[in-house]
């Protein structure tokens, strides 16, 4: 054999062995990640002191073969931003979304969704408005209009019959159909007199209230979201003025920092939640509890509609579903979704129902 | 060594450089990286200790902020005017609490603060810090504001009933961390324990979070997060008082640059390098790559033979190669003259080669196949050269003679190949080739092995040669061999027969003679008459026995019996001999030994013999003068005799044919004596006893004959007694009985034996014979009458003597108490050979038919312990000189001198012995003198004494 021939010879061998690698590698190489973007508002830790964020990072850690990849977009929960935030994350090929906005920004960002190309799992916008459309908006808890009758149901077995009802100004897209459902609901059962009173949260000043907190009243219902820590103020306000009368929240306000902020006052609030306390579920402990030795921090309830979230974009994935009209169909196929923090059960556009918990023991919630 | 795998010096050295290339890359990268990561460390450390410096500043302030609100406490309620709350500028909010942390009074707050009286602190992280104050910790940890969500720092302090706390104003850190962040580059932070960024020095830069679990391990500049289009590196100094994390973020655009730069650097070094590299080989290429190149296209030139030796030399840039290119023509030139000579040598060969008539040939034994053949192959064998090529090994050849060479050839081989042989080693065959006109060639090959270093094959290479003519003649010399050998075979049978012929006669005529020559009762004529027929039968047997000797050199089977012996003995006997016929004619014989040993070994007897010879035929061919025979040492163990006379001398014509058989020198023939054989005889047996006899000879001055021989000294010669000499009158009485047993096929050679024998016997007899015709009688009689001496004759019917002796030798073995015979064995056979063979058979001992009676006395005295009664020493002869001859002579009867003088002319003994006894007592000498020289037939002697007279 001439030195020729074993040039060549050697040539054919590396070649054959470089084919059988891509072979190897395409055949064994793990599956494609999928961008996922997670529209949250990057400050929203150091102001409600928790991030959606960090539940991502959180199952990325515990689920290290997950064919997602969590792309961080901060919209700060401004309907200005959120809208440019998911068209630019979709320009960069992003099709898969949760969002832990409020509904305000929600519905701005509604009609990028109208089309198969991209498909967003919201987790904290109730408003009725997103209800009921046949799109590639998917929402993971009960619109404002099913909670709102929850809530008014459970004051309407409450004893008393003045309730102060605080309506937060700044997401309006939320509260405005809210107290709507709240009132009407509470009309329609009966006893109570409700005195509105529309305020910004944010901009809360005690001796402003004081005098319309002063009048006689048998409880307060204080219809805010977003897990502003100054609903842990007003709460206290009016607790200082009527120590034995109840305080009901918004799901939105199952936020350690709120319940801190309200001193004495977490004895008498009542906080309606889709999700039951953590008394109750020990995986949702679990879940907290795994949270805080991670990030040091307890996390507010949003973190688990994003856990949930991720758990049905993954389950989707793994079926090999890669389209956003592949991810819904299955999404929507399965009737009931078992995922590590309950159950969830999509209805054919995209919603979801279901019952409330109202949390009482609120000191064994922020243990 | 040899390399498994060899490329060229370019490549080799280009491999070497891209390995040092990538091994100095290797280290470069690597000390680059090093250095990197230790200035990068080195770096980050001091940042990290910059940031843990922050912690003195936040001290300092938390120490005045504690001292103010001392102060605070320390007022009375009626000094805390709003007036007075403005000095305490630490704080933006100074509150008193109930023990259940609920405020009682508020003194100093920030516009809009939702932090009402009755507020109560009692949740969170705030309240564990509030119910440990005065415990161990100084301050809160940094959190949100519960007035307005501001980062927050709070103190507590008690006094008395009252517990004051107080919210520190922030804003100072703040403006100096944006002042450090600034001057430094890094932007400092205070983050809370859960990494919520509090306090940022750089209010643009969006980092709400960090997540200390993940970047609170030892900074590293590859681990960087990337916020505002930057990547930093967090470094989180440890918690300090003031309970906040301080995390800063140092750009990496320095630790960017720097490795940069150095990769940078390292790039260009390498780069350059690379570039050096390039040139280097470029320039080797040119410079030493392409002259060796052309160095070995002129190589390759000089292998096909189309250099040009003439050429101009090359450009070279190094005196290296201008030395190899100057060498390199040098011997370009010296191998063009080589190749010249080498080309004329072979055309000289080629010549020689072509024109003879042998064939040269080459053949490959790995290939079976002739490499070379020279033209003469056609006039060999009829087949050209080319056809001969073409063909298959054994094509032309007959199979079994292709065979034979394929085996013989392979063999050679093998043992060349296994070291066996040398390369070279010739050897001859004799090949049947056949012809392309179906005859049969004889050839002879000449053929050598030699292992080709360059194919590894075997080669043969040989000549061929035509041998028809010389096969024929050995054919015809093999047909004349076989021929003369037949005839040599049957002369060799002829002679035996004939010696056995012969002596079987002469035994019985000589052993009746010498049995009744001893009758004491005998007449003087009877006597002379028993005497004449002694002589003349003992002359015959001379005359027999010298024709034998003759005939036994010819044949080549005579041989030399050396044994030890006493050669002034020898001498003296041979003087003894001719002592008195020298003197009857009036010649001087002289004996001249100098310095002689006495024991010697040799044939004593073929010396005697030559001895007797020479000076027989010296006082023979001598009128006058005399004769020496001289004995001298020649040397080691060397002794010359020569034997000097005054004679007739021989004529140089006669000198060449001198030794030669059955000639007669011309003095000779004038005497009518002798066969002629004497002179041939003497020459053969000094040769044969390793020496040359030579003669040198003056007409009419007389000659020398001479030889020299080797005799080695003997520790003891044998030496005759006197009593051997002395004649035996027969046994002595009163010995023990002898048998003797007789064995012979032939009544008449039994006859004068026993005769003989039994003549010795004393009375009572010691002898006692008895006789057997043949060897199975002779056992038989052995195995009844135990005889002690047995003469076996050799050649019987029924049963040889030597099978005889071998029974009798084999069965008296067996048998302790029997007699053990001796056994003489007699045989009338020609040859010596006959005596190794008999006496090879069992026999004691070996003598000739006829048997001589001393010889047999002397074995039986010797063998069988017999004692004999000897006569006395013989009276010595007359010592007569020839004047006294000549004078006695004259006295006799005229008539009786006539008469004697006429039987001497025709030499008949018979007569002379005759006449002799009528003169016997009238004068006794003459008698004496005429009577021996009668016995000894010297008719020389004999006409020499009438011709004088």
């Known amino acids: ?367 | 060594m040899t390399w498994a795998r060899r490329t060229t010096f370019w490549r080799y050295n280009l491999f070497l450089e891209v390995v040092s290339l990538a091994l100095a890359s290797a280290i470069l990268f690597a000390g680059i990286w090093f250095t990197l990561n230790r200035i990068n460390q080195d770096y980050l450390d001091l940042r990290l200790a910059d940031a843990a410096r922050v912690h003195v500043f936040l001290e300092s302030q938390l120490d005045e902020a504690r001292a103010g609100l001392a102060t605070f406490a320390d007022l009375p309620a009626t000094q805390r005017s709003p007036q007075v709350m403005k000095l305490f500028t630490a704080f933006s909010d100074i509150y008193c609490l109930d023990r259940a942390l609920r405020v009682v009074q508020i003194h100093k707050a920030v516009p809009n603060s939702k932090v009402f009286t009755g507020f109560s602190f009692s949740g969170g992280k705030l309240a564990s810090y509030l119910q440990s104050v005065g415990e161990s910790t100084d301050a809160s940890e940094i959190l949100r504001g519960y007035e307005d969500d501001a980062p927050s720092v709070y103190i507590g302090i008690h006094r008395g009933d009252e517990f004051c706390m107080g919210r520190l104003n922030l804003d100072y850190v703040r403006k100096f961390l944006i002042q450090f962040s600034q001057f430094s580059g890094a932007p400092l932070m205070l983050t809370a324990s859960d990494g919520f960024v509090m306090l940022s020095g750089d209010p643009a830069l969006q980092l709400p979070a960090i997540d200390l679990k993940r970047w609170v391990e030892t900074p590293n500049a590859s681990r960087t997060l990337t916020t505002g289009n930057r990547r930093w590196i967090p470094l989180i100094a440890p918690t300090g008082a003031i309970g906040a994390r301080i995390v800063m973020l140092v750009p990496t655009e320095f630790l960017d640059t720097q490795r940069n730069t150095l990769l940078a650097f390292g790039l260009a070094f390498m780069s350059g390098w690379f570039l050096l590299v390039v040139l280097k080989n470029h320039r080797l290429n040119r410079l030493v790559m392409q002259p060796l190149r052309a160095f070995a296209g002129k190589l390759r030139d000089l292998e096909l033979g189309k250099l040009r030796t003439a050429d101009a030399d090359a450009d070279q840039r190094f005196t290296e190669l201008v030395e190899i290119h100057t060498r390199f023509r040098a011997m370009a030139e010296a191998i063009k003259q080589r190749e010249q000579a080498l080309r004329d040598s072979e055309k000289q060969y080629r010549i020689i080669t072509e024109s003879m008539k042998d064939v040269v040939w080459i053949f490959d034994m790995e290939t079976r196949h002739f490499l070379y053949l020279s033209p003469s192959i056609e006039e060999l064998v009829g087949v050209t050269p080319q056809d001969y090529l073409a063909a298959p090994f054994g094509a032309l050849l007959t199979p079994q003679v292709t065979d034979q060479l394929q085996l013989l050839w392979g063999q050679r081989a093998a043992v060349l190949l296994s070291g066996g042989s040398k390369p070279g080693q010739s050897y001859v065959d004799e090949v049947l080739h056949p012809h392309r006109d179906g005859t049969l060639i004889w050839t002879e090959v000449v053929s050598t092995y030699w292992l080709n270093e360059e194919t590894g094959h075997v080669e043969v290479r040989g000549v061929s040669r035509d041998i028809r003519e010389r096969k024929q003649a050995q054919e015809a010399l093999f047909i004349a061999k076989q021929q003369a050998e037949e005839a040599n075979k049957a002369k060799s049978t002829f002679l035996s027969n004939m010696s056995h012929e012969i002596r079987t006669p002469l035994n019985a005529i000589l052993g009746f003679a010498q049995v009744l020559i001893r009758d004491p009762h005998l007449t003087a004529p009877q006597r002379d008459s028993l005497t004449t027929i002694q002589r003349g039968g003992e002359h015959l047997l001379a005359l027999i026995n010298d024709i034998l000797d003759m005939a036994k050199i010819e044949a080549g089977r005579m041989s030399v019996q050396v044994v030890p012996f006493d050669l002034i003995q020898l001498l003296s006997e041979t003087e003894g001999l001719f002592q008195q016929r020298a003197r009857d004619r009036g010649l001087n014989l002289t004996f001249a030994l100098s310095a002689i040993p006495r024991g010697v070994i040799g044939d004593a007897q073929k010396l005697r013999q030559i001895l007797i010879n020479l000076v027989g035929n010296a006082i023979k061919f001598t009128r006058a003068g005399g004769i020496i025979l001289k004995v001298e040492p020649a040397g080691a163990e060397q002794f010359r005799f020569s034997v000097n006379d005054t004679g007739v001398g021989i004529a140089p014509e006669e000198m060449m044919r001198l030794f030669e058989p059955f000639s007669q020198t011309a003095s000779g023939r004038e005497l009518q004596g002798g066969t002629g054989l004497g002179l041939a005889l003497s020459y053969q047996f000094v040769r044969l006893m390793g020496g040359q006899l030579s003669a040198q000879s003056s007409l009419g001055q007389g000659s020398c004959f001479a030889f020299t021989l080797p005799l080695p000294a003997a520790a003891g010669a044998e030496t005759g007694t006197d009593q051997a000499r002395r004649a035996v009158l027969g046994l002595e009485p009163g010995q023990p009985v002898c048998r003797v047993l007789i064995v012979d096929d032939l009544p008449d050679n039994r006859a004068p034996l026993r005769a003989l024998l039994e003549s010795l016997n004393p009375q009572p007899p010691v002898i006692e014979c008895r006789e057997a015709a043949d060897g199975r009688e002779a056992v038989a009689l052995w195995e009844a009458w135990q005889p002690h001496v047995i003469f076996m004759d050799m050649r019987m019917p029924v049963l040889s003597g030597e099978a005889a002796t071998r029974r009798i030798k084999a069965r008296a073995a067996t048998r302790p108490a029997a007699v053990r015979s001796v056994i003489v064995a007699l045989t009338a056979g020609a040859f010596d050979e006959n005596r190794e063979q008999v006496l090879a058979s069992g026999c004691d001992a070996f003598t000739r038919k006829p048997f001589q009676a001393e010889e047999l006395f002397g074995m039986l005295e010797r063998l069988a312990g017999l004692r004999f009664r000897r006569a006395g020493d013989a009276p010595p002869p007359p010592d007569v000189s020839p004047e006294d001859l000549i004078r006695r002579l004259s006295a006799s009867p005229a008539d009786w001198q006539a008469e004697f003088k006429q039987a001497v002319g025709l030499g008949d003994f018979g007569h002379m012995e005759a006449l002799l006894e009528r003169i016997r007592d009238d004068d006794a000498i003459l008698h004496e003198t005429l009577a021996r020289w009668a016995y000894d037939y010297d008719l020389e002697a004999l006409a020499a004494v009438f011709k004088l007279g």
């Open chain 1, 1 to 367: 054999m001439t030195r020729r021939h074993v040039f060549w010879l050697a040539l054919l061998v590396l070649l054959v062995l470089l084919a059988a690698s891509l072979v190897l590698w395409r055949q064994f190489r793990s599956a494609e990640r999928i961008p996922v973007g997670l529209v949250a508002w990057a400050a929203s830790g150091a102001v409600v002191g928790s991030r959606e964020w960090n539940a991502g990072d959180l199952f990325l850690e515990e689920h290290p073969n997950s064919r997602i990849r969590l792309l961080p977009l901060d919209d700060e929960w401004k309907p200005d931003k959120t809208a440019p935030v998911i068209q630019g994350a979709k320009d960069v090929g992003v099709r898969f979304f949760i969002a832990t906005h409020p509904s305000n920004c929600a519905v701005v960002s509604l009609p990028l969704f109208a089309d198969p190309g991209a498909l967003l799992i919201n987790l904290a916008s109730t408003s009725p408005a997103l209800s009921g459309q046949d799109d590639f908006f998917l929402r993971i808890i009960p619109d404002a209009v099913q909670e709102q009758q929850a809530i008014a149901r459970y004051l309407h077995q409450l004893p008393g019959q003045r309730l102060l009802v605080l309506q937060d100004t700044g997401n309006p897209a939320y509260t405005d159909p809210a107290f709507a459902a709240f009132a009407a609901e509470l009309a329609a059962l009966g006893h109570w007199q409700i005195v509105h009173r529309p305020l910004r949260v944010t901009e809360f000043k005690p001796d402003d209230e004081r005098p319309l907190m002063a009048e006689p009243f048998d409880a307060l219902y204080i219809l805010a979201g977003s897990f502003q820590t100054a609903i842990g103020n007003i709460a206290q306000l009016f607790h200082y003025l009527h120590p034995q009368a109840p305080i009901l929240l918004t799901p939105w306000a199952r936020s350690p920092a709120i319940l801190e902020t309200a001193g004495d006052a977490v004895d008498r609030i009542i906080l309606p939640s889709p999700y039951r306390s953590r008394r109750q579920d020990p995986a949702l402990d679990n879940y907290f509890r795994r949270f805080h030795a991670r990030f040091g921090y307890e996390a507010h309830a949003m973190t688990i509609g994003v856990r949930q979230a991720l758990e049905l974009l993954d389950r989707a994935f793994a079926q090999g579903a890669s389209e956003p009209l592949a991810v819904k169909r299955f999404l929507l196929s399965v009737p009931v979704h078992q995922t590590s923090l309950g159950p969830i059960a999509f209805d054919r556009t995209g919603d979801v129902g279901g019952s409330y918990s109202f949390i009482t023991d609120l000191k064994q919630e922020l243990q």
